[in-house]
């Protein structure tokens, strides 16, 4: 890494002898070329589907399809190169959907290599056999001078040599490319914890940890259902120090607590990186929501439920935001929780299910007031001001500390104010999308067992609070920071315990 302080220092060398002059020359030219920002783009694509199939069709119609959808994302890498965009991702099955079986997906599927190759599919297309796919994206990022990032289908022969080899010979993996600004292959990430409907492929026996250098900082790759383990995400941020991960999605957005725009930038918040996040756009699959997001702040997002179209977004990053010097200082999530003296009331708990997990929640009963609600381990803390109590809405607070187990397990410890769908109690925690109670002023704290902590507040509408109106304190409190009303439709600290999930949870026995 080339810092501006370091040029000063290399080019004083440049007396004292001609071969370090030159090596002192090359360090001068990487750190101006060394960039402290840069414009990311993301997007959000409709993607084309093919014609539900159980033969598979030819090769040549695959090409057609994905062709079709090729075209579209051709458009929006040209135009994101247009206004200065350095990087552009594409979402998860952006290129055919995610409606296939094993067999039927295979035409769709291409043989890609280990980038150590060194390949720039434009220039030598055939250096690997067929690649049309690999091709036209590596010449959409030569010609366009951008990084494309996009995901696409892997295929592996393997034979009896090889005891896990699928009766079919082959292994098959959804997969993550990057091509360079050149064309160059640079990235290739095969998706570790598939989501559960995903038969059409298979998992890598380990957690691959891919990461890329650029003047615009360090960047490590994932995809979708990986954002909720440990492996490979959370080690790419806490090993592998990267700084932006690219994230291509396809993700069902799952009110309360489980919406791709809430839920992705509090990963990012939480892990200290920013995340570039491109979901497909399908809103009878309730796929919608990508977007940029910095740890500080989430600098553009879409969600849009009305229509059918896809959507570019930009913004400017930092490229290395662990040195900014307002970079969030570690957060001790239970801290202020631990302290404080639980508030008692005479309101009583309830059971009540949210995503097929049993909460523990207490109604909130006047317009201002504090509450504490316990699950095992977890005491959620929550003093609050309403500008009205209205009698048409219900809210609570919960509490949560379990394993989830519908489609993939994993350990969660949960605190959350939510609204109710009716004003029927057995209502709370099912999904609902409009809120007219506004809140003036909130503190939310839980006793936290892990360090990893993601923190949200969603409005009416799905749309999502701006920094200027809440932050969270070193101490583990989010709290309101204005007296601006906000129509609160949920909130929530999500603390993901890792090591109490089941081992290879998020994969194994799925595929
Ligand atoms: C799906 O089938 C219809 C009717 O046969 C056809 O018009 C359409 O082009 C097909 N779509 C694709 C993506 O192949
Ligand atoms: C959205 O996905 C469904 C399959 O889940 C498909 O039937 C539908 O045609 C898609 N909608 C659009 C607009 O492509
Ligand atoms: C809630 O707790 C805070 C902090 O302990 C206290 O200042 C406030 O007066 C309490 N409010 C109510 C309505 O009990």
């Given at each position: 890494m080339c810092r501006t302080s370091q040029r000063h220092s290399t080019s004083a060398m440049v007396t004292s002898c001609f071969p370090i002059c030159v090596i002192a020359l090359a360090v001068c030219v990487l750190s101006v070329g060394a960039l402290d920002t840069f414009i990311a783009a993301v997007y959000e694509h409709n993607v084309i589907l093919p014609n539900r199939t159980e033969t598979p069709v030819s090769q040549e119609d695959a090409l057609l399809l994905m062709n079709k959808n090729l075209d579209v994302l051709e458009k929006a890498i040209k135009l994101a190169a247009e206004k200065g965009a350095q990087i552009i991702v594409t979402p998860e099955d952006g290129i055919y959907g995610w409606v296939f079986s094993r067999e039927t997906i295979y035409p769709y599927l291409e043989d890609i290599p280990d980038p150590q190759v060194n390949w720039i599919p434009c220039t030598e297309p055939n250096r690997f056999g067929r690649a049309p796919v690999q091709k036209r994206l590596s010449c959409l990022a030569r010609e366009n001078s951008i990084f494309v990032v996009a995901n696409m289908g892997d295929k592996k022969e393997c034979d009896s040599s090889d005891s896990n080899c699928p009766p079919d010979g082959r292994y098959q993996y959804n997969t993550d490319v990057v091509f360079d600004s050149e064309g160059k292959l640079v990235a290739r990430y095969h998706k570790?914890?598939?989501?559960?409907?995903?038969?059409?492929y298979n998992f890598p026996k380990v957690p691959p940890h891919v990461t890329f250098d650029t003047p615009f900082g360090k960047f490590g790759i994932f995809t979708c259902?990986?954002?909720?383990?440990?492996?490979p995400a959370v080690v790419l941020v806490d090993k592998f120090q990267v700084d932006s991960i690219l994230f291509p999605t396809a993700w069902m957005n799952t009110l309360p607590l489980l919406s791709a725009v809430p839920f992705h930038s509090s990963w990012a918040r939480g892990m200290g990186v920013n995340v570039l996040a491109a979901n497909l756009h399908n809103t009878s699959s309730h796929m919608t929501g990508s977007g940029i997001y910095a740890p500080e702040a989430v600098k553009v997002y879409y969600y849009d439920m009305e229509t059918e179209s896809g959507q570019l977004l930009l913004a400017k990053l930092k490229s290395r935001p662990r040195i900014s010097p307002n970079y969030a200082a570690v957060i001790d999530w239970s801290a202020y929780a631990k302290s404080a003296k639980p508030f008692t009331s005479d309101q009583p708990n309830f059971p009540g299910i949210v995503f097929f997990d049993e909460f523990t929640f207490t109604e909130l009963t006047k317009d201002v007031g504090n509450y504490t609600v316990c699950q095992k381990d977890l005491c959620c803390h929550l003093g609050y001001k309403m500008s009205e109590k209205r009698t048409d809405e219900v809210y609570v607070l919960g509490a949560f500390d379990g394993l989830h187990t519908f489609d993939g397990e994993y350990y969660f410890q949960i605190c959350t104010l939510l609204k109710c769908q009716t004003t029927d109690l057995k209502t709370c925690g099912t999904p609902i999308a409009s809120a007219f109670t506004k809140f003036q002023a909130f503190s939310l704290s839980g006793t936290f067992t892990t360090r990893y902590v993601f923190p949200q507040v969603v409005l009416s509408g799905t749309q999502l609070a701006s920094e200027q109106h809440y932050e969270v304190l070193s101490d583990g409190r989010l709290e309101s920071r204005s007296d601006v009303p906000l129509p609160i439709l949920v909130m929530a600290l999500c603390g993901r315990v890792y090591d109490k999930d089941p081992p290879l949870s998020g994969q194994g026995g799925y595929s």
């Amino acid at each position: 890494m080339c810092r501006t302080s370091q040029r000063h220092s290399t080019s004083a060398m440049v007396t004292s002898c001609f071969p370090i002059c030159v090596i002192a020359l090359a360090v001068c030219v990487l750190s101006v070329g060394a960039l402290d920002t840069f414009i990311a783009a993301v997007y959000e694509h409709n993607v084309i589907l093919p014609n539900r199939t159980e033969t598979p069709v030819s090769q040549e119609d695959a090409l057609l399809l994905m062709n079709k959808n090729l075209d579209v994302l051709e458009k929006a890498i040209k135009l994101a190169a247009e206004k200065g965009a350095q990087i552009i991702v594409t979402p998860e099955d952006g290129i055919y959907g995610w409606v296939f079986s094993r067999e039927t997906i295979y035409p769709y599927l291409e043989d890609i290599p280990d980038p150590q190759v060194n390949w720039i599919p434009c220039t030598e297309p055939n250096r690997f056999g067929r690649a049309p796919v690999q091709k036209r994206l590596s010449c959409l990022a030569r010609e366009n001078s951008i990084f494309v990032v996009a995901n696409m289908g892997d295929k592996k022969e393997c034979d009896s040599s090889d005891s896990n080899c699928p009766p079919d010979g082959r292994y098959q993996y959804n997969t993550d490319v990057v091509f360079d600004s050149e064309g160059k292959l640079v990235a290739r990430y095969h998706k570790y914890n598939l989501f559960k409907p995903e038969v059409q492929y298979n998992f890598p026996k380990v957690p691959p940890h891919v990461t890329f250098d650029t003047p615009f900082g360090k960047f490590g790759i994932f995809t979708c259902f990986d954002i909720l383990f440990y492996d490979p995400a959370v080690v790419l941020v806490d090993k592998f120090q990267v700084d932006s991960i690219l994230f291509p999605t396809a993700w069902m957005n799952t009110l309360p607590l489980l919406s791709a725009v809430p839920f992705h930038s509090s990963w990012a918040r939480g892990m200290g990186v920013n995340v570039l996040a491109a979901n497909l756009h399908n809103t009878s699959s309730h796929m919608t929501g990508s977007g940029i997001y910095a740890p500080e702040a989430v600098k553009v997002y879409y969600y849009d439920m009305e229509t059918e179209s896809g959507q570019l977004l930009l913004a400017k990053l930092k490229s290395r935001p662990r040195i900014s010097p307002n970079y969030a200082a570690v957060i001790d999530w239970s801290a202020y929780a631990k302290s404080a003296k639980p508030f008692t009331s005479d309101q009583p708990n309830f059971p009540g299910i949210v995503f097929f997990d049993e909460f523990t929640f207490t109604e909130l009963t006047k317009d201002v007031g504090n509450y504490t609600v316990c699950q095992k381990d977890l005491c959620c803390h929550l003093g609050y001001k309403m500008s009205e109590k209205r009698t048409d809405e219900v809210y609570v607070l919960g509490a949560f500390d379990g394993l989830h187990t519908f489609d993939g397990e994993y350990y969660f410890q949960i605190c959350t104010l939510l609204k109710c769908q009716t004003t029927d109690l057995k209502t709370c925690g099912t999904p609902i999308a409009s809120a007219f109670t506004k809140f003036q002023a909130f503190s939310l704290s839980g006793t936290f067992t892990t360090r990893y902590v993601f923190p949200q507040v969603v409005l009416s509408g799905t749309q999502l609070a701006s920094e200027q109106h809440y932050e969270v304190l070193s101490d583990g409190r989010l709290e309101s920071r204005s007296d601006v009303p906000l129509p609160i439709l949920v909130m929530a600290l999500c603390g993901r315990v890792y090591d109490k999930d089941p081992p290879l949870s998020g994969q194994g026995g799925y595929s």
